[in-house]
């Protein structure tokens, strides 16, 4: 999830500052091979100024790092077996600095600030994959609704080796995605390896242009309403409003339950997850999010009115609802406004923000945990539902079950306050069209929606009886 782009002077300047103090020195004309006083000259230069610096303070950057930042820098330059751009050198400074935080903070380049703007607007050419870094692999979170990816059958968990046969780099996620997207008509082949399998499968796709309609939804019998989310965009809370109208006009009156589904959702705008909340809850605490910065600690509050007016509500999560979707169903449950059904879910509890450093440059930065209503923090363990459905069956012809990833599984990830309480159930059933007339776990849904029906409703009284 994102948050909008904020003005952090003291940390750009932080940053700024450190820059500028890594300089190079002019560059040397390249010997054929350093020698041992030649690699000891660069290292005499970038610590001619101090040779036994102070430990920095606080919020300070050691100079002792900058000099051998400067010296790696110099060598480099000086002893590479080829010439080196700067520029180059650089850009991949600085992206490395990234990945040695958490897996969610980047450096967006142009294309990469593309890709974000059209993930929050909804549409883009591609395959419609939600994908991450995971044990040094580049993992499926989840396929979007109605995609080439969902058509084909790829899953959450699926593992991607290999993007028109060119290995993928893990490391660089952006450019993954970059080798994702294409021109619509395309075709590009995957290789795919699913986990329980010994032998990757190719798959080929054809891209198109990714129209994500992140809100649908239909009444399931008369009276309840099916109401599925598929991630959180700008519009998405507008979007949900006008179609819960629409079914309640359809139905003739108010309804009597909804099944809001988030499975398979991976997130989206904060704002989003804030507003589509709130159309849910009548009163109460939303989320709260504590950083480092001040800017970074808030709380969301519900208003007044409940779209559904109070009617009975049952979420369905499972391991690839992340982010935006465990925000949204940890408020309605912490609320006792909904009960959740399903799996485990993925367990990402951090925000994001967006640092504008030029006009093609930014910095995606881990700055704050959220914290559900009742003041837990969910990362790295995910949300627990209410009833929790075993997985599925098997027939013969499905025998190779698969798991699916949480964000305890990605490299670096941030410590969870209760992470080693994660049970673990990622083991994902079946794929499964959502609201499908096969989906088990909507039927159950369906099921425990209409006893809390009952129980809602008034009883009538006895007309045999007198006072």
């Given at each position: 999830?994102s948050?909008?782009p904020?003005s ?15 300089q190079?020195?002019t560059?040397?004309?390249a ?5 041992e ?7 005499d230069e ?5 040779t036994a610096?102070a430990?920095?303070?606080a919020?300070?950057?050691?100079l002792?790092d900058v000099r ?19 520029h180059?050198?650089?850009q ?11 897996p969610?903070s980047?450096y967006l380049e142009a294309?990469a600030?593309?890709q974000?703007t059209?993930?929050t607007?909804?549409s883009?050419?591609?395959l ?10 580049l ?13 084909a ?8 080796l290999?993007?028109?046969?060119v290995?993928?780099q ?6 993954a995605v970059?080798?994702l997207?294409?021109?619509p ?5 995957l290789s795919?390896l699913?986990?329980?399998a010994?032998v990757p ?11 994500v309609a992140s809100?649908?939804?239909r009444?399931l ?6 109401l ?6 700008s519009e998405?809370?507008?979007?949900l409003?006008k ?5 309640q006009k ?10 809001l589904d988030l499975r398979?959702n991976?997130g989206g ?5 804030v ?6 809850l ?10 480092r ?13 409940d ?5 009975p509500l ?6 690839g ?12 449950k912490d609320?006792?406004r909904a009960?959740?059904?399903g ?7 951090s925000v994001?923000?967006v640092?504008?450093?030029?006009e ?10 959220y914290?559900?209503?009742s003041?837990v923090?969910?990362q ?12 599925l069956a098997?027939?013969?012809n ?8 949480s964000?305890r ?5 941030l ?7 994660q049970a673990?159930d990622?083991?994902s059933?079946?794929?499964v069209r959502?609201g499908?007339?096969s ?11 209409k ?17």
């Amino acid at each position: 999830m994102s948050l909008r782009p904020v003005s952090i002077p003291l940390l750009l300047a932080l940053l700024l500052a450190g820059g500028a103090m890594a300089q190079p020195a002019t560059p040397q004309p390249a010997p054929d091979l350093p020698d041992e006083e030649e690699v000891g000259a660069a290292l005499d230069e970038a610590d001619a100024a101090e040779t036994a610096p102070a430990p920095a303070p606080a919020g300070q950057i050691d100079l002792d790092d900058v000099r051998k930042f400067t010296a790696v820098l110099s060598l480099i330059k000086q002893a590479y077996v080829e010439p080196v751009d700067d520029h180059v050198l650089m850009q991949a400074a600085i992206k490395g600095m990234l990945v040695g935080l958490d897996p969610h903070s980047e450096y967006l380049e142009a294309s990469a600030l593309d890709q974000l703007t059209e993930d929050t607007s909804g549409s883009y050419e591609g395959l419609g994959l939600e994908v991450t870094t995971a044990d040094g692999a580049l993992r499926v979170i989840a396929p979007i609704d109605d995609t080439p990816a969902a058509r084909a059958g790829i899953k959450p968990g699926d593992t991607i080796l290999r993007i028109d046969n060119v290995p993928v780099q893990a490391d660089n996620l952006s450019d993954a995605v970059d080798m994702l997207r294409g021109p619509p008509g395309s075709e590009v082949t995957l290789s795919i390896l699913r986990l329980g399998a010994n032998v990757p499968q190719d798959v080929k796709l054809k891209r198109e242009t990714i129209r994500v309609a992140s809100v649908r939804g239909r009444m399931l019998e008369p009276g309840y309403a099916y109401l599925r989310v598929s991630q959180f965009q700008s519009e998405t809370g507008s979007d949900l409003r006008k179609r819960i109208a629409r079914l309640q006009k359809d139905n003739g009156k108010p309804l009597a339950g909804a099944v809001l589904d988030l499975r398979s959702n991976p997130g989206g705008l904060l704002s989003s997850a804030v507003e589509v909340s709130d159309l849910l809850l009548d009163a109460g605490t939303i989320v709260t999010t504590k950083g480092r910065i001040r800017e970074a600690d808030m709380a969301f509050q519900a208003t007044p009115g409940d779209a559904l007016e109070g009617a009975p509500l049952v979420v369905l999560i499972d391991n690839g609802s992340a982010s935006a979707a465990e925000i949204v169903a940890g408020a309605l449950k912490d609320n006792h406004r909904a009960l959740l059904m399903g799996r485990r879910s993925f367990g990402k509890g951090s925000v994001q923000t967006v640092l504008t450093l030029d006009e093609t440059h930014a910095l995606k930065l881990t700055t704050a945990r959220y914290y559900t209503p009742s003041g837990v923090s969910i990362q790295a363990s995910g949300i627990k539902p209410d009833i929790e459905l075993a997985d599925l069956a098997l027939s013969a012809n499905e025998s190779d079950p698969f798991s699916g990833i949480s964000e305890r599984d990605l490299r670096n990830h941030l410590k969870g306050d209760s992470e080693t309480e994660q049970a673990t159930d990622a083991s994902s059933a079946p794929s499964v069209r959502r609201g499908a007339p096969s989906d088990y776990a909507l039927s159950e849904a369906l099921n425990v929606l209409k006893a809390l029906a009952l129980q809602r409703r008034p009883v009538a009284a006895d007309a045999g009886s007198k006072g």
